[in-house]
């Protein structure tokens, strides 16, 4: 009820002419509604590159999707992704009794309003062959019609690529381990993958998928020099898929870009310059996961020196998370670095860095992350 | 950390064998996503009736919406709804270069669905006039494809309900006071409707829409004798409009029925047995609210006595808030009921009953609700 | 900017006169306040035994705690506790400098003011030794002080107990597990304990403490027939230690009485009608938590048929959790069932109950509560 | 139940040797735990200060507070507050048939503590007259008991603030409104203050207590050029008085201060270079405001132009809100500045600056802060 006498005086006092001051028997009641805005998502670059936030793999109403492609737009905006790509199935278009089949349809029908809101909509497509060997996303395509390769049979899967190719496409494989249970050996590094890789004609492979880490594709990532890739494949809403809040986001495709702009994902995406990123987990190739860490995490100068005792406030930037391990004596010691936000630690003079396994930092499908940093003065 | 070391031995000791144990390379994070649930919404009935929740007022890709109409059932049955129809626009398709017009399909597509997920779904549609007249909903109707008549021009407008009537449809009207600002004489008790009423084929009235009240609505909806409604008009996702958790919902109807049934809506909802609710907001008529707030609210028997005052538990059993105000003195008395929590109470010996006013309940449009209760003991 | 207008109008036409209309110079902005409301917590009850939501073992400033007495009423009274016993340590009382002993202040400082916020506060003491035997909190005492037997010196800890039992304490072995790393052999069924079971005079035992679990705890209670307790030992403050929100609440002992008072929770706890709750886990003797189960979960009628499969609705009407799993042929089902809300389940025709284990329930330390329900109609 | 799957692998491959592999019967539930962790709050700083995050006027058990002075750096340190300082009552101890009447003790049992954890804790008091004149807080002080002036009569008024003047205090004026209905003319630039004022011993003044504004103290302070102030004046709990969360914080003194420490925090009071911040609003001198508003607040190059309308994101950096609004021709045009978000903007080509008032954001009691910025390119 104060409330209500404070924003009375507040007309009262303010002089401020609030929409309408005479009653037209309409009140809006909005307590309760979703503010509009757009979060920002913390992410440092290092060396000159900007964090893009990403998200190369959704899905709407002109493939399996549930949404009209404006939604994805709009979840995009809210969320303060930087880049998406609808990447609607090619060969599989359940709606088809009720929504006319076109591939370049979805990217079309929201490019404008994508630009309006200051989100780099890339063209994409997803070739859709039966597992093995599965799908694969092709990005910076011009015409996502002219990719269908006649039918979704197993001898047109080279040919369904290919066009893709002769699009001079970004191409990554998705979600690698998909059906893993129910069809034995899909989940491996096929002929059919290895050629493309071969060829060049491969670029980038999905790490993780939604909720699921595919540990083996970093492995793969990492051996064959693929572009680390994390999407949501989101055929629903994201709002209702992901706990989306100050401290927890969509699965994304962190991507160290020279510039904001579609040349700049594209450069990065081919120089590798990517982070994977799901929940609290991170996974990537080492160099960038040690750049990307660098730029989050610091310990500063020790605050206060007790005897032989320094204590430092390491500190965490970022709106992701970090778990560092290490073992002292017998036991394992742990420090949680929560998304913006400190802990405190001591070392001893003398100890002029420390290392630690970050660990919910992978590197390889079984190998944590690991970092040093200096504890000086 | 300590949690992987319970899991593990959780694992180990209860025996329980969860789904794999022998590793396939595939990890799933799910920590950050959103849990498949039903959430309740906790609303007592009275004298026999169960209280319904239903959203009777939202659209598809079919009209303008920008979801399949599978999302309108998984956003209800997530928010704990029992009824929900899907109302798409029948004059105006702006997806119809993609989307074939047929103004059954939403409903036919997802009948079985929410079946399924034990929601009930209405047959209805937006018969979408020019304002004024303006938007009219057909509930319970058999063929959404049939009421279209001709074209939309004013001189249709009759026409359209007309088709709805011979229907049998159970017809209301959507936000009386839409472009209120824009339309002179719009948000009027128009010549249109009063006939339509005077011919008992006007059934109802929209005194929440999404997060607009319209006061003079409810001053209808009391005079003249019409359902009251609240509804969403939900284009876009319910997720991203309504901030919803345990204590906030989306704009609602709360049908109080007989049985949970189609019958059972339509019959309750034909003796004006709803109250709108809209975040904190409740309308009504009168004697419902009434036995909806008694329903809820409780102040028990007094818990303890010192002297002559007796200490009592005020308890609101319900999702629903109250605002209780009654003047003392020169001031006002504030009781803020929150969802499912007790305030404390005391009361003289001999004060055996006690009148409030309830600021966020409406039974006019400039009128709250007048609740008394006893204070035994 | 919206809710201005509406507030202003609420202000200028519903006729509520608000606290005050003239300015003084004061604005009161409590948009980021925490409202005051004691929220329930939804257990029910069975076989006429009401469910009393109770913390036996709390600290404050008289001991080595770090807050005044009616802080714990105030936390108990917002998260809708019933009972509470501040049990301060007798033999350690570290702020002995600037805070007088006194082992009956802190409960003689709140009496009053727990019983005007209808709080159940027992009287209670923590028998302070060194571990082994470690900490017994004394229920239901007369004078803590009288408890104090000379000094905290090995060859008095029969007699510490002792002084209780004169008092016709009710006794609890408090966190059995503490220091087990530290001190080997504490954590086991000692025969100083041993001995005090079997001349009556232990009466129950902490099996959960804070958010530890003490997994034999829970088998010697079953096995020496000790009431099973689970209670906070919170020394801060409760809201800095657990995430205190709708679904997620402190540890505590769910009482099962005849009546809502200090007799009827005596009552109960000699009687060992009790169950331990922690985070999302419960632990308690199996007939009690089998009763708990099925005044919490319900599989209701069928309603929906498809040809031989029967569709249910399983809801669990209590803030509690419930993870229900069974084999089915080679996998792991897994029902998940969240504080008030419902899942769906599906069972042939013929198949009229079903049995699950539920895996966040223990009726022994490495053994989880089978349930079974009737799948009707 | 995947969740499990994914952490047991992880514990098996990752190599990571958690905690303890080997069961000693204790399991740890922490799901719904509170982390330990510092929050940051994002303020920036201006012209080479840095923002500090002050509350000078908090309570403790040592006058009539409920927490030990510890709890008070616990809070801070996990809110992420650089600047405490606990003010306990000079002339009211109510707790001291328990506690030892020492003026210094909260500061010095603590003082290690926050040293430890990187909190500035400045010695202080509250000097507590009758009011009027009523309540001043003392900061760097050396001696609270020396402050004592006999007695709490309205004669020695003088007196106990002569003595904080004599230990070289920075004295400002507490909650200036306090008991301004009860008390007729308390609430007033009264003769006392006055003069203190005139003598140059009056620094501050609080314009923002809890959840007070205090817009008369807005005009004397920048009338007479004193120091504005912002502080919770706590006595129970931060976490149950605040919705303490990523977007909203307890009320503080943001001071804009050459260096972290001590003598920066004086140096910065003494310089007037502080906001006053509480739940959405801000309070302060109108350059100190504009700074703070342009190091948060940043419209960017336009991203994208459209015939001749360019198109902004509008950012603000800062955890602050800001709610910016201009008339435009009949109408209110507002743009909510969430903490770390962007709203979009539009300019036509050739408007090259534009002006708000920040509602949210007072200059004088009835006045909103201006602010101008530029639409480059």
């Known amino acids: 009820m104060k409330r209500i006498l404070f924003l ?52 709407t109403v002109f493939s399996d999707g549930n949404v009209w492609p404006a939604v994805r ?33 979805s990217y079309e029908l929201v490019k404008s309003l994508a630009a309006d809101r200051n989100i780099i909509l890339v063209k994409a497509a997803e070739i859709t062959r039966q597992t093995p060997p599965g799908h694969f996303n092709a990005l910076f395509i011009q015409d996502a019609s002219a990719l ?74 990492v051996d064959h020099n693929l572009t680390v890739m994390a999407n949501t494949d989101v055929h629903g809403l994201t709002a209702m898929t992901y706990q989306l809040g ?28 990517t982070v994977a990123w799901c929940g609290k987990y991170l996974a990537g190739k080492e160099a960038i996961m040690k750049n990307l860490f660098q730029a989050c995490v610091n310990p500063g100068k020790p605050y206060q020196k007790k005897g032989t005792t320094r204590y430092f406030e390491i500190s965490n930037q970022s709106d992701l998370y970090f778990e560092l391990t290490r073992k002292v004596d017998n036991r394992t010691e742990t420090i949680l670095l929560y998304p913006r936000s400190s802990q405190l630690l001591t070392a001893k003079d003398g100890e002029n860095s420390r290392e630690y396994e970050v660990a919910n930092a992978f590197v390889r499908g079984n190998q944590n992350l690991k970092v040093q940093f200096t504890l000086g003065d």
């Open 148 to 221: 269908l390769p006649g039918k979704a049979v197993p001898e047109n899967d080279k040919e369904a690529v290919a066009k893709a190719v002769a699009q001079k496409a970004f191409i990554f494989w998705n979600h690698p381990g998909w059906k893993a249970e129910s069809i034995k050996g899909s989940y491996d590094w096929i002929d059919f993958v290895d050629q493309l890789d071969k060829e060049k004609n491969l670029h980038g492979i999905e790490v993780f998928n939604g909720d699921n880490f595919y540990r083996k594709a970093l492995d793969w990532a």
């Open 73 to 105: 737009v709009g979840e995009a905006w809210v969320e303060g992704l930087d880049v998406i790509a609808i990447a609607d199935h090619m060969e599989y278009v359940p709606h088809s009794d009720d929504v006319k089949v076109d591939f370049n349809r």
């Open 246 to 273: 100050d401290n927890s986001h969509r699965t994304m495709t962190l991507v160290f870009a020279k510039e904001r702009s579609e040349a700049g994902v594209r450069e990065a995406l081919e120089a590798g310059r």
């Open 8 to 59: 009375i005086l507040l007309f009262l006092y303010c002089g401020l002419s609030y929409a309408q001051t005479t009653d037209n028997g309409i009140l809006v009641m909005d307590e309760f509604m979703v503010p509009s805005k757009r979060q920002h998502i913390e992410i440092p670059g290092f060396d000159g590159f900007q964090a893009l936030k990403c998200d190369f793999h959704m899905h």
